[in-house]
Nanobody
Framework: QVQLVESGGGVVQPGGSLRLSCAASGIIFRFYVMGWYRQAPGKQRERVATITSGGTATYADSVKGRFTISRDNAQNTVYLQMNSLKPEDTAVYYC???????????WGQGTQVTVSS
């Protein structure tokens, strides 16, 4: 059974930081492109960042320079370090794992991030 379990969400003031984690099980983690997506109320889910099995990262323009995605293939875990958080970063953040051009595509249950003073 495949599971992606996110943790690390919470409430933070503008300018603050959070680190999200996603622990994967039931998949050969190192073969997967891992990513973080987010969905704010009333909006579509959007890509935040992805990282290949080799460690190549890409970011949405809105988070470049503030967020960093990383992975630990030995621990089957992907991380999202979020710095300089803004109120517009408030959303449910989802972990995603995909391989084989989408033939295998898995999602976590999401973790809430709220940026508010």
């Amino acid at each position: 059974q495949v599971q992606l379990v996110e943790s690390g969400g919470g409430v933070v003031q503008p300018g603050g930081s959070l680190r999200l984690s996603c622990a994967a099980s039931g998949i050969i983690f190192r073969f997967y492109v891992m990513g973080w997506y987010r969905q704010a109320p009333g909006k579509q889910r959007e890509r935040v960042a992805t990282i290949t099995s080799g460690g190549t990262a890409t970011y949405a323009d809105s988070v470049k320079g503030r967020f960093t995605i990383s992975r630990d293939n030995a621990q089957n875990t992907v991380y999202l370090q979020m710095n300089s958080l803004k109120p517009e970063d408030t959303a449910v953040y989802y972990c995603n794992g995909v391989r084989s051009l989408g033939t295998y595509n898995y999602w976590g249950q999401g973790t809430q991030v709220t940026v508010s003073s």
